[in-house]
């Protein structure tokens, strides 16, 4: 027999016998592979994922409520589901739609600073005195938005001139943001409610006085105000506001024109109305207000009221104590545009 290559050869019972390799050359082992368990699935099996659970709708994020005001203010309207007092204040149309552009100009144009607002009253009526200037009345807007913010969602009456219920369509708005006429019979109706009723005697002779005249008072009128007060049983505050002189500088009135519109003066400014519309705008100036100490006249007899030389003195206290609150913020002052 031939030989094999690779092979060896063997003796069995005298007979050779030729072992042939399992492998042979050039040929290479492969380990074998362990038994598979049947826990195991083979990694060349597809893998079939079970069909999971479909996700849950997310939850709609909550409408912010500045929105959420805004569509309860519409529906209210559409159903008449809103009220009105017997002076024809509109508390929600004030808080929708009045008080937020207000209160912009007031935070983010003005900046105005509030001092002594622990004098303002929480509850129960009081009479707020304050000066007047600027050309144009923003000072007791400022101030009424102060005043609702500071006692957390008080409403300030304002007293306000004849002519500001005879204008077409600012008659009617002034109305339903909580103004009155000033009359002593209003004034008194509302402090005796227990409201925070705001009056500004200067009236057209401050806001309208010339940029000269800045903060310096005015005749305060015959007093009625502290008569209503007296009668009501009410505290008077005075209020000083500084800032809104610089507003709009007024220069010069044209007459004229002020007697052709019914309008008490018709103002020049250095910017109005030389640039028409946009020197409308006001000057960004900074702004204080402060509420002084209040003058109690609860402790007045009810005859108290008849006697004029006493209802003078009043007037001319709450007048000097705003002139002279007037001069020492005017003192502290460094600049009129950062305080």
Same mark, same amino acid.
Request: net charge negative; hydrophobic share 40%; proline share 10%.
């Given at each position: ?72 203010? $519409?529906?209210?309207?559409?159903? *008449? ?6 002076? *024809? ?15 912009? %100009? ?39 938005? #102060? ?5 957390? *969602?008080?409403?300030?009456?304002? %007293?306000?001139?004849? $002519? ?43 806001? *309208?006085?010339?940029?000269? #005249? ?13 008569? #209503? ?6 505290? =008077? ?22 007697? $052709? ?16 519309? %946009?020197?409308?705008?006001? %000057? ?37 104590? =705003? ?12 600049? =009129?545009?950062?305080?």
């Amino acid at each position: 027999m031939s030989p094999v290559t690779g092979s060896e050869a063997h003796t069995v019972n005298g007979a050779e016998a030729q072992v042939i390799p399992l492998h042979g050359p050039g040929r290479v082992s492969q380990p074998a592979a362990p038994p598979s368990s049947s826990s195991e699935p083979s990694s060349d099996a597809p893998v079939v994922a079970f069909p999971a659970a479909p996700p849950s709708p997310a939850e709609p994020e909550p409408l912010p409520e500045s929105v959420r005001s805004a569509l309860a203010f $519409l529906r209210n309207r559409l159903t *008449g589901d809103y009220t009105v007092d017997e002076f *024809g204040f509109d508390a929600e149309l004030t808080e929708t739609l009045v008080l937020p552009p207000l209160r912009a %100009l007031y935070e983010k144009w003005f900046r105005v600073d509030t001092f002594g607002v622990e004098n303002l009253p929480t509850a129960g009526g009081a009479l707020l005195v304050s000066n007047h200037s600027g050309t144009v009345p923003l000072d007791a807007l400022m101030t009424a938005v #102060a005043v609702h913010d500071e006692t957390g *969602g008080r409403h300030l009456r304002g %007293l306000g001139a004849d $002519l500001v219920f005879k204008m077409p369509l600012v008659g009617s708005f002034a109305r339903k943001s909580g103004q009155t006429l000033a009359c002593n019979a209003d004034a008194e109706r509302l402090l005796s409610a227990g409201e925070l009723v705001g009056v500004w005697p200067e009236g057209f002779k401050g806001i *309208g006085k010339p940029f000269s #005249a800045r903060y310096k008072l005015q005749r305060f009128g015959r007093g009625g105000f502290v008569s #209503a007060a007296m009668r009501a049983g009410v505290p =008077i505050i005075p209020v000083s506001v500084v800032g809104a002189e610089e507003t709009y500088p007024k220069l010069g009135d044209i007459r004229l024109l002020a007697r $052709l519109l019914g309008l008490p003066y018709f103002p020049v400014t250095p910017f109005f109305p030389l640039l028409g519309a %946009l020197g409308a705008v006001p %000057l960004p100036t900074k702004w204080t207000i402060e509420f002084g100490e209040p003058i109690r006249t609860d402790d007045y007899t009810p005859d108290a009221v008849d006697d004029p030389m006493l209802v003078f003195t009043l007037t001319d206290q709450v007048r000097e104590s =705003i002139q002279q609150t007037l001069y020492r913020r005017l003192a502290q002052r460094k600049n =009129i545009f950062r305080g």
